[in-house]
Protein backbone atom coordinates (compact mmCIF):
# COMPACT_ATOMS: atom_id res chain seq x y z
CA UNK A 1 0.00 0.00 0.00
CA UNK A 2 1.44 3.79 -0.59
CA UNK A 3 0.79 6.85 -0.08
CA UNK A 4 -1.58 7.48 -2.91
CA UNK A 5 -3.99 4.48 -1.75
CA UNK A 6 -4.18 5.65 2.08
CA UNK A 7 -4.86 8.44 0.89
CA UNK A 8 -7.78 7.82 -1.52
CA UNK A 9 -8.87 5.38 0.68
CA UNK A 10 -9.15 8.54 3.56
CA UNK A 11 -10.73 9.91 1.14
CA UNK A 12 -13.45 7.76 -0.08
CA UNK A 13 -14.19 7.01 3.66
CA UNK A 14 -14.75 10.95 4.63
CA UNK A 15 -17.14 10.36 1.53
CA UNK A 16 -19.21 7.68 3.15
CA UNK A 17 -19.32 10.25 6.24
CA UNK A 18 -20.43 13.21 4.81
CA UNK A 19 -23.60 10.93 2.70
CA UNK A 20 -23.97 8.89 5.20
CA UNK A 21 -25.74 11.07 8.08
CA UNK A 22 -27.88 12.59 4.92
CA UNK A 23 -30.92 10.97 5.57
CA UNK A 24 -34.79 11.03 4.78
CA UNK A 25 -37.15 9.62 7.14
CA UNK A 26 -40.11 7.26 6.35
CA UNK A 27 -43.35 7.32 8.40
CA UNK A 28 -43.98 3.58 7.61
CA UNK A 29 -40.56 2.34 8.86
CA UNK A 30 -37.89 2.63 11.08
CA UNK A 31 -35.49 2.94 8.75
CA UNK A 32 -34.53 6.17 6.36
CA UNK A 33 -33.76 6.75 3.06
CA UNK A 34 -29.74 6.62 3.31
CA UNK A 35 -27.49 8.53 1.60
CA UNK A 36 -24.63 6.24 2.97
CA UNK A 37 -25.21 3.33 0.33
CA UNK A 38 -24.46 6.00 -2.07
CA UNK A 39 -20.86 6.27 -0.38
CA UNK A 40 -20.49 2.98 -0.37
CA UNK A 41 -21.23 2.28 -3.78
CA UNK A 42 -19.11 5.09 -4.93
CA UNK A 43 -15.90 4.18 -2.77
CA UNK A 44 -16.33 0.49 -4.19
CA UNK A 45 -16.52 1.61 -7.49
CA UNK A 46 -13.74 4.04 -7.66
CA UNK A 47 -11.01 1.69 -5.54
CA UNK A 48 -12.49 -2.11 -6.22
CA UNK A 49 -12.68 -4.33 -4.17
CA UNK A 50 -10.48 -4.97 -1.47
CA UNK A 51 -10.00 -0.87 -1.28
CA UNK A 52 -13.17 0.09 -1.13
CA UNK A 53 -14.22 -2.31 1.19
CA UNK A 54 -11.21 -1.22 3.86
CA UNK A 55 -13.32 2.46 3.03
CA UNK A 56 -16.70 0.99 4.48
CA UNK A 57 -14.95 -1.04 7.32
CA UNK A 58 -13.03 2.18 8.34
CA UNK A 59 -16.74 4.12 7.99
CA UNK A 60 -18.14 1.62 10.10
CA UNK A 61 -15.72 1.51 12.92
CA UNK A 62 -16.08 5.68 12.90
CA UNK A 63 -19.80 5.41 13.62
CA UNK A 64 -19.29 2.28 15.46
CA UNK A 65 -17.21 4.21 18.13
CA UNK A 66 -20.17 7.17 18.59
CA UNK A 67 -18.68 9.82 15.92
CA UNK A 68 -22.06 10.77 14.55
CA UNK A 69 -21.70 9.34 10.95
CA UNK A 70 -24.65 7.33 10.46
CA UNK A 71 -28.47 8.59 9.96
CA UNK A 72 -29.18 11.24 11.19
CA UNK A 73 -26.44 12.14 12.60
CA UNK A 74 -25.68 9.40 15.02
CA UNK A 75 -23.40 7.24 16.15
CA UNK A 76 -22.68 4.12 18.70
CA UNK A 77 -22.97 0.34 19.15
CA UNK A 78 -26.90 1.93 19.57
CA UNK A 79 -27.01 2.32 16.47
CA UNK A 80 -25.21 -0.73 15.21
CA UNK A 81 -27.59 -2.79 17.10
CA UNK A 82 -30.76 -0.75 16.41
CA UNK A 83 -33.44 -1.31 13.27
CA UNK A 84 -30.62 -0.05 10.49
CA UNK A 85 -27.53 -2.09 11.73
CA UNK A 86 -28.29 -5.21 9.64
CA UNK A 87 -28.08 -2.70 6.42
CA UNK A 88 -24.97 -1.39 8.10
CA UNK A 89 -23.45 -4.90 8.05
CA UNK A 90 -24.74 -5.19 5.04
CA UNK A 91 -22.51 -2.85 3.59
CA UNK A 92 -19.46 -4.96 4.23
CA UNK A 93 -20.99 -7.60 1.72
CA UNK A 94 -22.53 -4.68 -1.17
CA UNK A 95 -18.69 -3.01 -1.05
CA UNK A 96 -17.08 -7.18 -1.21
CA UNK A 97 -19.95 -8.34 -3.87
CA UNK A 98 -19.86 -5.03 -5.62
CA UNK A 99 -16.29 -4.52 -5.60
CA UNK A 100 -15.48 -8.01 -6.85
CA UNK A 101 -17.96 -7.56 -10.11
CA UNK A 102 -15.83 -4.32 -10.77
CA UNK A 103 -12.75 -5.38 -9.95
CA UNK A 104 -13.17 -8.81 -12.08
CA UNK A 105 -14.78 -6.47 -15.31
CA UNK A 106 -13.08 -3.28 -15.34
CA UNK A 107 -14.41 -2.41 -18.72
CA UNK A 108 -17.68 -3.59 -18.45
CA UNK A 109 -20.54 -1.36 -16.75
CA UNK A 110 -23.41 -4.04 -17.25
CA UNK A 111 -21.77 -6.11 -15.01
CA UNK A 112 -20.82 -3.30 -12.56
CA UNK A 113 -24.39 -2.89 -12.23
CA UNK A 114 -24.92 -6.38 -12.10
CA UNK A 115 -22.21 -6.50 -9.10
CA UNK A 116 -23.88 -3.04 -7.65
CA UNK A 117 -27.49 -4.69 -7.66
CA UNK A 118 -26.38 -7.84 -6.38
CA UNK A 119 -24.65 -6.89 -2.77
CA UNK A 120 -27.57 -3.91 -2.91
CA UNK A 121 -29.59 -7.32 -2.55
CA UNK A 122 -27.66 -9.24 -0.51
CA UNK A 123 -27.47 -5.41 1.90
CA UNK A 124 -31.22 -5.57 1.72
CA UNK A 125 -31.16 -9.21 3.43
CA UNK A 126 -28.94 -8.75 6.17
CA UNK A 127 -30.99 -5.46 6.50
CA UNK A 128 -34.63 -7.17 6.74
CA UNK A 129 -33.73 -10.37 8.60
CA UNK A 130 -32.16 -8.07 11.13
CA UNK A 131 -35.52 -5.64 11.16
CA UNK A 132 -37.75 -8.53 11.09
CA UNK A 133 -35.96 -9.64 14.25
CA UNK A 134 -35.94 -6.34 16.01
CA UNK A 135 -39.81 -5.56 14.97
CA UNK A 136 -40.82 -9.16 15.95
CA UNK A 137 -42.56 -9.54 12.52
CA UNK A 138 -42.45 -11.86 9.53
CA UNK A 139 -39.61 -11.71 6.78
CA UNK A 140 -42.48 -10.43 4.25
CA UNK A 141 -43.73 -7.56 6.62
CA UNK A 142 -40.24 -6.68 7.36
CA UNK A 143 -39.61 -6.69 3.32
CA UNK A 144 -42.10 -4.13 3.29
CA UNK A 145 -41.28 -2.16 5.70
CA UNK A 146 -37.30 -2.28 4.90
CA UNK A 147 -36.73 -2.77 1.43
CA UNK A 148 -39.30 -1.97 -1.10
CA UNK A 149 -39.88 1.60 -0.65
CA UNK A 150 -36.64 2.36 -0.52
CA UNK A 151 -36.12 0.24 -4.22
CA UNK A 152 -36.52 3.70 -6.61
CA UNK A 153 -34.10 5.68 -4.54
CA UNK A 154 -31.69 3.34 -4.44
CA UNK A 155 -31.91 2.71 -8.43
CA UNK A 156 -31.07 6.29 -8.89
CA UNK A 157 -27.84 6.14 -6.29
CA UNK A 158 -27.01 3.02 -8.64
CA UNK A 159 -27.44 5.04 -11.88
CA UNK A 160 -25.54 8.03 -10.31
CA UNK A 161 -22.85 5.73 -9.36
CA UNK A 162 -21.92 4.33 -12.59
CA UNK A 163 -22.44 7.99 -14.33
CA UNK A 164 -20.45 10.08 -11.88
CA UNK A 165 -18.07 6.98 -10.86
CA UNK A 166 -17.62 6.45 -14.02
CA UNK A 167 -16.39 10.09 -14.83
CA UNK A 168 -14.09 10.07 -11.74
CA UNK A 169 -12.98 6.50 -12.48
CA UNK A 170 -11.56 7.42 -16.15
CA UNK A 171 -10.10 10.75 -14.52
CA UNK A 172 -8.44 8.83 -11.94
CA UNK A 173 -6.93 6.35 -14.06
CA UNK A 174 -5.75 8.95 -16.17
CA UNK A 175 -3.71 10.84 -13.31
CA UNK A 176 -2.50 7.13 -13.07
CA UNK A 177 -3.77 7.24 -9.07
CA UNK A 178 -5.69 4.22 -9.59
CA UNK A 179 -5.29 1.21 -11.90
Not at 33 to 50: D, E
Not at 130 to 142: I, N, R, T
Not at 152 to 176: E, H, M, Q
Amino acid sequence: MNTKKIALIGLMTAVICVLGPISFPLPISPVPISLGVLGVLLATYLLGMKWGTISCLAYLLIGLVGLPVFTGFSGGVGKVLGPTGGYLLGYIFLSLIAGFFISKWPAKWLMHLAGMVLGTAVMYLFGTLWLGYLMKCSFLEALWMGVIPYIPADLIKLAVTLGLGGLIRKRLKKAGLIG
